[in-house]
């Protein structure tokens, strides 16, 4: 597995990493089998060098942490843990964000021992707290680095002036946030990464499932932007088999192929539960779309999604 650094101060990192949000909900009818092929499938992602790992103390309200911590005791030296804090489940199921200083603190704290490590790799702020200044959420968490809780810091889905105030406070290493061939935004916040030496960590490279078998259906209900998706879809298949390859592994090809366009580090963390997903998404990486193929998939749908 090739390396990247994440972004200037980042710590060095595979070029593919893994997002475990799916790996096993709490409510999981498998339950009793679940959680060993969850292990299998992470200690599958170690053998083949993806050892960036993605979580957050948000998904399974704690529980993908503790599956997460367990599942790489024996192996906590070889992986680049990040997870994230910030976004609050009520109990309506709706969502709210803190990123006050007594919340960062008690939240890196609680993650600590779900994981069962004394230093997180990469800690998150998951979503910008509009009540409180970026600035005392990002003082917070520098004081956790500076304590050696964390190593390095990372945002999640703010605006090129947001990054730029958090990081004037403490060095970012990296942007977490959607980008796929469906949801683009990001690209307004991209020259700002390179600018700062910010690497881009996108989740949902897939979009979402919107960009796998069965798209063309799900385009179906979303209205407005039918047509665009029912194109999109079947471009990704003609490419897919120009290069004898699935769908999803061209859509992910091609947000690793940002990397090469925008000359900074993108590091993609595709999640899955099965090994047999992660082994294609792996061997996306071997994907090299043309010009001319890159040029059928630039359908500009990301506002519309």
Request: hydrophobic residues 40%; contains cysteine; aromatic residues 4%.
């Amino acid at each position: 597995m090739r390396t990247t650094s994440l972004g200037t101060t980042g710590p060095a990192v595979p070029v593919q990493g893994l997002g475990c949000m799916r790996l096993l909900r709490p409510s999981s009818p498998s339950a009793p089998d679940g959680e060993a092929e969850a292990y299998a499938l992470v200690n599958r992602a170690l053998d083949l060098g993806v050892t960036f790992l993605d979580t957050a103390d948000l998904y399974g309200d704690g529980y993908n942490e503790e599956l997460v911590g367990r599942a790489i005791r024996h192996r906590r030296d070889e992986v680049v843990l990040g997870t994230k804090f910030g976004a609050v489940r009520n109990p309506d199921d709706s969502f709210t964000t803190r990123g006050d200083a007594a919340y960062a603190r008690a939240a890196c704290e609680a993650s600590l021992r779900r994981l069962g490590t004394d230093v997180i790799d990469v800690y998150y702020l998951h979503r910008r707290d509009p009540a409180v200044p970026i600035e005392e959420s990002v003082g917070a968490m520098a004081e956790l680095v500076a304590e050696g809780k964390v190593r390095h810091l990372g945002l999640s889905e703010v605006t090129a002036e947001e990054l730029r105030a958090a990081h004037a406070v403490h060095p970012i290493a990296a942007l977490q946030s959607e980008w796929s061939l469906c949801r683009r935004e990001i690209e307004a916040v991209v020259p700002t990464c390179v600018e700062l030496g910010v690497g881009v960590v996108p989740y949902c490279p897939h979009g979402r499932g919107l960009l796998l078998p069965g798209a063309d259906r799900q385009a179906e209900r979303l209205g407005e932007i039918a047509a665009e998706l029912a194109t999109l879809p079947a471009a990704l298949r003609e490419i897919a088999d120009e290069h004898g390859v699935r769908p999803g592994q061209v859509a992910l090809a091609w947000v690793q192929q940002r990397a090469v366009e925008w000359g900074l580090p993108v590091v993609p963390i595709p999640g899955t539960t099965r090994q047999r997903h992660l082994e294609e998404n792996i061997a996306a990486l071997d994907i090299a779309l043309s010009a001319q193929q890159l040029a059928r998939l630039d359908i500009r749908i990301g506002e519309a999604v």
